[in-house]
């Protein structure tokens, strides 16, 4: 009886995670919120600027030690240049470690060869007001600031979709 229940909980959970990886296109058009974060560099930035600049842009939260989250980054870094010539896009990928490993970001980062803006979010100010509880968690915005997309979880190819859907802001 007691591995019934086990198993029941396990099953209970297994689709409860996978329910959350999902895509939702957001139809409210919310933007994104007026927070000031440290880029990797230690230089102060308002995240609502990304969405004023008129590019697509892709914020990706993740953590060092979040393996979805490295995999995903890595993947699109693989691409990123492409999206940048072709699509207009840029990639911001927002830290959630908090105040103990954010001095690991930076080294971790570079590490990585990612050339793209790096933005850390220790007390979570920028994951609040975005609903974001556990990373990877990936949104898309418009060239006009809103939000018109986003993920929760990583599987391979996952970037793909992310390209489906920069495709259609671009027709549009």
């Given amino acids: 009886m007691k591995n019934i229940v086990i198993a029941i909980a396990l099953t209970l959970?297994?689709?409860?995670?996978?329910a959350g990886i999902k895509d939702s296109t957001q139809k409210n058009n919310t933007t994104?919120?007026?927070v000031t974060l440290k880029n990797s560099e230690g230089d102060n930035v308002n995240v609502a600027d990304y969405g004023t600049n008129g590019k697509i842009t892709i914020i990706s939260f993740w953590?060092?030690?979040c393996k979805p989250c490295i995999k995903e980054l890595r993947n699109i870094n693989e691409v990123l240049e492409d999206w940048e010539d072709e699509y207009d896009v840029e990639l911001v990928a927002v830290?959630?470690?908090d105040s103990r490993n954010s001095a690991?970001?930076?080294p971790f980062a570079d590490g990585q060869g990612w050339d793209f803006d790096i933005l850390l979010d220790p007390n979570g100010e920028l994951q609040r007001p975005l609903n974001v509880t556990?990373?990877?968690v990936t949104f898309l915005i418009d060239q006009n600031g809103n939000i018109v997309?986003?993920?929760t979880g990583y599987l391979e190819?996952?970037?793909l979709d992310l390209e489906d859907e920069i495709i259609k802001l671009q027709q549009n």
């Fill in 95 to 97: 830290s959630v470690d």
């Fill in 63 to 65: 953590a060092t030690w």
């Fill in 157 to 159: 190819g996952d970037e």
């Fill in 104 to 106: 690991r970001v930076k």
């Fill in 13 to 18: 959970c297994s689709i409860g995670a996978f």
């Fill in 149 to 151: 997309y986003t993920h």
């Fill in 32 to 34: 994104l919120p007026q």
């Fill in 134 to 136: 556990n990373p990877p």
